[in-house]
């Protein structure tokens, strides 16, 4: 393996679809794959470790670690020492018709690292499960 991705995700739609993009992303270009989740507070790292359990047993072959803070200061932190190629977060439908993405966890990332920030696409867009499937698959040449 030649490159490291840490995938910011949360239990909800758009952090798993982060995951599933991350995953797809890692298997396909065979690099290595780091799930972060982050709690607020110590009392919450139980919780996290379960949390990060789950989402990690969906999308298979990848490393987790919870961290303690805020998320942006968590996410660049974990993604310094792991050596992170890129960070993978989700993003959010926005307005009636779903044309824009909200992602402001995305743009604070940005600002706060020189590391790159790829935005996951919500699970809304239908095209999305089908080129998640085909980035798994590698095609011969």
Request: proline share 4%; charged share 25%.
């Amino acid at each position: 393996m030649s490159g490291t991705l840490v995938c910011g995700v949360v239990e909800t739609d758009a952090g798993l679809a982060a995951a599933r993009l991350a995953a797809a992303l890692a298997t396909r270009l065979e690099l290595r794959l780091v799930l972060a989740h982050v709690v607020r507070e110590e009392s919450q790292l139980t919780a996290g470790e379960r949390t990060l359990a789950r989402i990690a047993a969906m999308v298979g072959d990848a490393e987790t670690r919870v961290a303690v803070g805020s998320r942006i200061d968590a996410l660049v932190r974990i993604a310094s020492e792991e050596g992170a190629d890129a960070i993978i977060v989700g993003s959010r439908p926005r307005g009636a018709r779903s044309a824009q993405l909200r992602c402001s966890l995305g743009h604070e990332l940005e600002a706060a690292t020189s590391i790159p920030v790829v935005i996951a696409p919500p699970v809304t867009r239908a095209r999305s499960r089908r080129r998640l499937t085909l980035a798994a698959t590698p095609q011969p040449r």
